[in-house]
């Protein structure tokens, strides 16, 4: 992360410990790993400069502008300042709109926010990336509206409560979990002409994403020739930091300034769950 961003944060975090139980020290320090890690929301939610590096001082106030033909979304301010961000949410809305896709007016968020996936966030992590939004500055910024040319649909199903996560002992599980919060699949599985997942290719790739850096193609995260297959645990970690087999780094948007700070234990884990998926032949143009 940017320092001036860590530096924001630390400033606030000090301040709540000050006047909080050690329970909800402990959350914010568990949100704060997850969202400056595998969760990466900042990847889309953070502010950015014109060429589109993200600008960490401005924190969560709000980014990426998705240009596609079924959309065009703008990641909103989720700052807690009241007019402009969501200050004025409480813990149950906001988990709503995390993990359900649902405002507290009651529309539906859009794609690209990856509420397929978020729909398997366990309750205790869902409370601690809250937590970790409920400490950070608030930033004035108001953010254009989303302009669909898709219907959405009516919710994401029926309402999320009671989850828990895998425990870490069991790898491969606990790395589908990881890679769920850490929306991997969203760019790495292949969209219909409507925009949606095909979920029946999940992993293999194809999606195109155009940028400041021309153009970045998602790969072929399965054991796959088109894949991963002959890939080693090494070259696989290091690749999702952000380094590729050459030594060169990969292209945005991955979130790499996010995945880098992902620890060691749960880095194995993720890679483990991706030689568990089904092998798909690459979903792109060769
Ligand atoms: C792939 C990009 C992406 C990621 C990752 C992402 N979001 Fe979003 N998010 C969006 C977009 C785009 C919208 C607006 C969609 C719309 O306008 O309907 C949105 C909307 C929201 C909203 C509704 C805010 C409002 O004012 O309407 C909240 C809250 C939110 N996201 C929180 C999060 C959190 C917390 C995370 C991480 C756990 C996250 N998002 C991850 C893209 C993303
Ligand atoms: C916002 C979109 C996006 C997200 C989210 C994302 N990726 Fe990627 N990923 C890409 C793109 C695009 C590339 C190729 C970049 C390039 O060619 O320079 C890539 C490359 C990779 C590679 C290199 C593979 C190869 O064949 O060289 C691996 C491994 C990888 N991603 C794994 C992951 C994992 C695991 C996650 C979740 C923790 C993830 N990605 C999340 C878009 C994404």
Redesign the pocket.
Known sequence: MGTLFRMATGVLLMAQIGTSSGQDVARIARGKYLMEGV???G???IARGEKGEPIFSRGLSGG?V?DEPPFK????N?TPDPETG?GKWTDAQ?GK??REGI?PDGSI??P???IEF?RRMSDADLAA?IAY?RVQPPVKNAVE??KYNIPLPPNYGPAVKGIRAPSPKETIKYGEYLANIG?CM?CHTPRDEKGMLQLTRLGAGGQVFKGPWGESVARNLTPHESGLKGWNKTEIALAIRGIGKNGAHYKPPMAFDWYKNINASDMNALVAYLGSLRPQPFAGRE
Do not use: D, Q, T
């Open positions: 969760v990466a929301c990847n889309c939610h990426m998705f979304a703008y990641a909103p989720i969501i906001l709109a995390i405002r968020i859009g690209p926010m990856p978020y990336i939004l509206k989303s929306h969203e």
